[in-house]
Nanobody
C-alpha cells in the first residue's frame, strides 16, 4: 500500500511564501510522475506543477516564475516552493503521483489528503 503524505500549507498574506512537501511511502514501488494540483471552491481541480516520468517539469501558466517544484528521489519526496502568493492561489493543494507497485504489480495514480493554502489580501 502506497500513501502520499503532505505537509505545509496554511495562511499567508499576499506577497508571502509557503512551502509544501509530499512524501510517498510504502514498500516496493517506483514513482513515475509526481506533483501538485489545486482546487479552489467552485472550481475544477487543476495542475499546478509536476515532474514528468522523464524528469522534466510542467507548470501552470498562472504560477510560472512564482512557484518552483523540486524533488528528492532518494526520499520519494517533492516540494513546492510558492513565492509572491496571490489571493487567487487560495485553494486546497493535492499531491499526486503515478506509482508502479511491484508486488503485486500495478500502476495507478495516488492522491494525498490535501492541504489548505489561504492567501489573504
Amino acid at each position: 500500500q502506497v500513501q502520499l503524505v503532505e505537509s505545509g500549507g496554511g495562511l499567508v498574506q499576499a506577497g508571502g511564501s509557503l512551502r509544501l512537501s509530499c512524501a510517498a511511502s510504502g514498500s516496493e514501488f517506483s514513482v513515475n510522475t509526481m506533483g501538485w494540483y489545486r482546487q479552489a471552491p467552485g472550481k475544477q481541480r487543476e495542475l499546478v506543477a509536476l515532474f514528468t516520468s522523464g524528469g522534466s517539469t510542467n507548470y501552470a501558466d498562472s504560477v510560472k516564475g512564482r512557484f518552483t517544484i523540486s524533488r528528492d528521489n532518494a526520499k520519494n519526496t517533492v516540494h513546492l516552493q510558492m513565492n509572491s502568493l496571490k489571493p487567487e492561489d487560495t485553494a486546497v493543494y493535492y499531491c499526486n503521483a503515478q506509482i508502479v507497485v511491484f508486488q503485486p504489480w500495478s500502476i495507478r495514480g495516488y492522491w494525498g489528503q490535501g492541504t489548505q493554502v489561504t492567501v489573504s489580501s
